[in-house]
Every structure is written in C-alpha cells, then in structure tokens.
C-alpha cells in the first residue's frame, strides 16, 4: 500500500509540475521554462529530462527566428538562421 501512495504522490507531483510548466511556457510566452523535479530518479528521471528535451527542441528554434525578426527590426541584417533539424 505504501508503494501505491509513493507511485500516487509522484505521479501527481510530476502532472502538477507539467501543468505549471503548460501554463507559463504554452499560455504565457515563457519558453525557456522546463519541469523542476528535484527528487526524482529512475524510469520518473527519464519521463521528466524526456519532457525537457521536448521543450528544449520546439523552443530554440522560435527563440532564434524572435531574436532574428527583433534584430531586422531595428535595421540589422547580418543575423542568420542556422539549425540543424531533422524531420
């Protein structure tokens, strides 16, 4: 019974934490936000760095383009878009 209290209270902590980090980085803008877990280990580590990397990889790419387009707009055309995608 304890371990079904322990699997419940991680399971929760981590849909708490994605709900937070949906709010800030998908509702208002902040997309260098990730999941903060702390204490976590084991198959629960790679569900939260796999969420992470996730956020990382849709991110940079929309922060690069912003810092691109905010530099255009003030006259500086040296900036180039590099990224190495796949898919």
């Known amino acids: 019974i304890e371990n079904n209290r322990a699997l419940r209270d991680t399971l929760k902590r981590i849909i ?5 980090v ?3 980085a998908g ?5 260098t936000e990730r999941l903060k ?7 629960w ?6 969420v992470n990397e996730l956020l990382k990889s849709i991110s940079e790419p929309v922060l690069r383009i912003n810092e691109i387009v905010t530099a255009i707009s003030i006259g500086d ?3 180039r878009v590099e990224l190495n995608a796949q898919g």
């Open 16 to 20: 708490d934490e994605i709900k937070r």
């Open 37 to 43: 877990m702390g204490e976590v280990s084991g198959s």
């Open 27 to 31: 509702k208002e803008g902040q997309l």
């Open 22 to 24: 949906v709010e800030l």
């Open 45 to 50: 580590k790679d569900l939260v760095d796999s």
């Open 77 to 79: 055309l040296t900036n």
